[in-house]
Structure formats: C-alpha cells, structure tokens
C-alpha cells in the first residue's frame, strides 16, 4: 500500500477537480483509474489534529491532538501499527507534524524518516531511522521521494508493505522548485469575489482580513508591507497563489516517478494507492488564507484511491456522498483484511464504493478550538448536511456567543456568498440545524455538558511567534 498525503492542499488544486491551470497528469491518473471522492472533508481543518484523525479514526477530542504541537498519544493505536501488527513491512517517509521538536521514530513504522517541525523546502535536515539529524540537500519533494523508492526496492522478504510519504507541500511558505517558479506567471488571480462581500458575515470574519490569515496581512511573508487593502496590493496574492500551485507540480511528479517504479516491479495493480490531503485552504474566500474555519475551502479535500481490488481500473467511479477523515483508517484496514480500531467515531466506505450504502451519513460535526498562538479564528462547532450548514462559535465559558451565527443553503449555494442566520424566513431551518448540530455532537460523545474548550480571547493582529509559522 502507498499512501501519499499532501499538507494544506485543496480540493481543487487539482486538474481532475477541474482547475483550469494547475496540470496533475499523474494524480489525475489515479482518479481516472479509481475512486475520486468528491466529498471529502476533514473533521478539523488544522494539520495535527487532521493527521492523528487520518491515523486513528477518531475526533480530536478523543485522540487529544487538538493543536499543531501535540504528540500522537502513545496509549492510541492507529491504522499502520495495526498493519504491523498482521505482519506487514511499514515505513514513513516526510512530514509527520505531531510534536514539533521530535523527529524520532514512531510507533507503527519498522522505518521511519523525518525531520523537527515543518521542515523546509531547500535542504532540510533529516533523522533517518533515529540516527540524527542530517542535512540532506535539495528540494524537500524530490528527496522524500528518492528516499521512499530506496526502500520500496529492499527486500521486504515476501511480507505486504505500507508505504506512507508525508510532503510538506504545498505548505506555506510556499517555494517552487526551479524549474516551476515561473510556470503561472502569465496567470492573472484576484482575490475571490467573496472577499468583498462579508456585510452579513460575523465580524470576526471582517477584522481576520488583516491579521497574518487574511488577504490584507503578510501573505506568508509574500507581501513585505502590511496592512495593506489597496487594490494594487493584490499582486503580492497573486504571487503567492502562482508559488502555493508550483509547488503542487512538484508534488505530480512525484506520483508519476512511484506510479512508474510499481510498474517496473510488477506490482502496481496489487497495490492500494491513496492520495489525499490532510485539511483544505482558505485562498482569498470571505477574506481570508490559511484554514481552520468551517467553510468549504477549509474542509474540503481530495481523496483519491486506486485499487483494482476496491474498483476495476477500467470503472472508475466518482462518489458524492460526503466521507471524512475519520474515516480512513477503517476502509484501508478494512480493504487490507485486518481487524478494525475499536471504538473509532469513522466508517469504512467500502461498501459505499462498491455496492452503494443506503445508511450512509446525511451529516456530521466539524470541530476545532481557538488557539492562543494563532488568534484569528474563535471556537468551531459546525454540522454539515447534504445540502445546509450550520457554524456556531461558542465563547467557551458557557455565556452567550460573541460572534453571530452562520447558516448556509450549500446546494444552492456552495460559494457561501449568503449567510441565512438573519433572514425570518428560515428561522425553522436554523433551528433544525441546531438540533443536527447537537445530534451529531452527541454521536461522537459531546454534550454541552462535557464539551472543553478554551476562552475565546478575540481576533488579534500579533504575528505568530517566528518558530512556529
């Protein structure tokens, strides 16, 4: 099994998601051979806490990995030490993002490979196996890359393999390699229509617009003025939308030199391959970049999986059902034979996939709690349906909320341009999505009785400790 997941990439970054510019010939393969999920959403837009749910089928509130500086829980198992445990041959290779100074071996891997932090993409230093840290130069895709396929070409000794890469793109700070620095230049981007039209968003969304998350901030460090809400200052959006896709190719190639090294070796079509991201990116929509948020660029994320044994390659399917993160680890160990995690909040898609799954979920929670070190989005509890959303920003103490509602007819309007939570003729609507809310709550064991999260101390323009970025 290959499983490759990506760090901050959007759903439609992708030229099988229908992204006019950016050219994935080899992700789109896999799409065009297997299963393209075109509901995918994370449980928490926010990189820890999505990987630990990717890994472990559970919440954040359960797995505790609520922040992007939390180690994995030792005492949780996770889909890879499960395999392990049936015998096969595992290995990490890049970004793992759970426990920002340790770049040790994890449990689960008979070999693993990464580095402290975020890594960088030019010559990061790399702990090979728990041997030390050692700069291994280059760009951070090819590398990862290299060192993946040295060790799919051992001898794993006739036993299955898991083979997880980690890339760090199209994480900011966003740095293509050379020969894809210039390749969107000739493409002009403006801020998305919605960032100019927030008079019935929460004035929270309003003031994030100058903060390092919104499109009047820094930029990543890719607008050296700031504030800035002039319209020329849109260039340095531009410029950093061009970075954020020429990273992206680096990433297509990558899955085009493994796809070809399974096919030198034979073993391509007895391999499960999965693409996948870890949570969205908020690019200019309402007035803001980065994630967290509940709206759809936050959430959505690709998934692609090619396996002739989940569906032939000649009978590639698209599936509209809404499936989340925390429901990978039980597909993938379902589709491998191996015993299921117990107590897990996600649900194997297989027969989704393959024969249809009429109890399928119609809604689920998104959750995520405000961070001190990154003060610029307040409490989430959120519940998506098929065809309405509903975001509340509780204050944390159990008091009134500070920031106003949203609600949204997403099948009518998935740009989230109209916020419903005002208008008297959908009162009845909003309350029932308060009740989905708490009905969805409730299925993953949160009540407003138990449900902990910390003070929401505002939106704030303070910079990001340098270290942490």
Same mark, same amino acid.
């Given at each position: ?134 700069? %291994? ?135 499960? %391959? ?146 419903? %939570? ?48």
């Amino acid at each position: 099994m290959l499983f490759i997941l990506c760090d901050d990439i959007r759903w439609d970054a992708l030229g099988c998601a229908g992204n006019p510019y950016v050219k994935t010939p080899n992700i789109d393969r896999l799409a065009h051979e297997g299963v393209h999920f075109r509901n995918m959403f994370c449980t928490t837009s926010l990189c820890s806490p999505s990987r630990a749910s990717i890994l472990s089928g559970l919440y954040a509130h359960t797995h505790g990995v609520q922040n992007n500086f939390t180690e994995y829980p030792a005492n949780f198992t996770s889909f890879p030490m499960q395999l392990q445990k049936q015998g096969y041959d595992t290995a990490y290779f890049g970004k793992w993002h759970m426990g920002e100074n340790n770049d040790q071996p994890r449990p689960g891997f008979n070999w693993f490979v990464t580095h402290k932090g975020q890594g960088k993409y030019f010559d990061t230093e790399w702990n090979v196996n728990g041997a030390g840290s050692k700069l %291994i130069p280059g760009y951070y895709t090819h590398i990862v890359t290299d060192l993946a396929t040295e060790w799919l070409n051992r001898d794993h000794t006739g036993k299955p393999w898991l083979l997880m890469i980690g890339h760090k793109a199209p994480h900011s700070f966003y740095f293509p390699e050379p020969k894809y620095s210039n390749t969107f230049d000739k493409v002009w981007i403006p801020y998305p229509e919605t960032a100019f039209h927030l008079d019935d968003k929460p004035a929270w969304i309003k003031e994030r617009r100058y903060t390092w998350h919104g499109i009047y901030g820094p930029l990543f460090e890719w607008r050296k003025k700031f504030p800035d809400d002039s319209p020329e200052a849109v260039k340095d959006f531009a410029a950093m939308t061009r970075a954020y896709w020429g990273t992206i190719l680096s990433v297509d190639d990558s899955v085009g030199k493994l796809f070809g090294e399974l096919q030198r070796r034979g073993e391509l079509d007895n391999t499960m %391959i999965v693409f996948m991201g870890d949570n969205g990116l908020l690019n200019g929509e309402h007035g803001m970049v980065d994630k967290r948020t509940a709206h759809e660029a936050s959430l959505r994320i690709p998934l692609i999986v090619r396996y002739p044994g989940l569906v032939p390659t000649n009978k590639p399917r698209d599936i509209q059902q809404q499936a989340l993160t925390v429901d990978v680890a039980p597909s993938i160990l379902e589709l491998c034979g191996a015993p299921s995690l117990p107590g897990i909040h996600g649900k194997s898609w297989v027969k989704l996939v393959q024969r249809g799954d009429s109890s399928w979920r119609n809604a689920w929670l998104y959750h995520y709690n405000y961070e001190k070190q990154f003060p610029y989005t307040p409490n989430v509890r959120a519940v998506r349906t098929d065809s309405w959303k509903y975001i509340h920003y509780p204050h944390g103490d159990g008091q009134a909320d500070r920031h106003k509602a949203e609600l949204y007819n997403i099948e009518f309007d998935p740009e989230e341009r109209h916020n419903l %939570i005002d208008n008297p003729k959908y009162t009845t609507e909003w309350k029932r999505m308060m009740g989905e809310l708490g009905r969805v709550m409730k299925e993953v064991g949160l009540t407003a009785a138990n449900d902990q999260m910390p003070l929401d101390e505002g939106i704030k323009k303070e910079l990001p400790d340098q270290k942490i970025r």
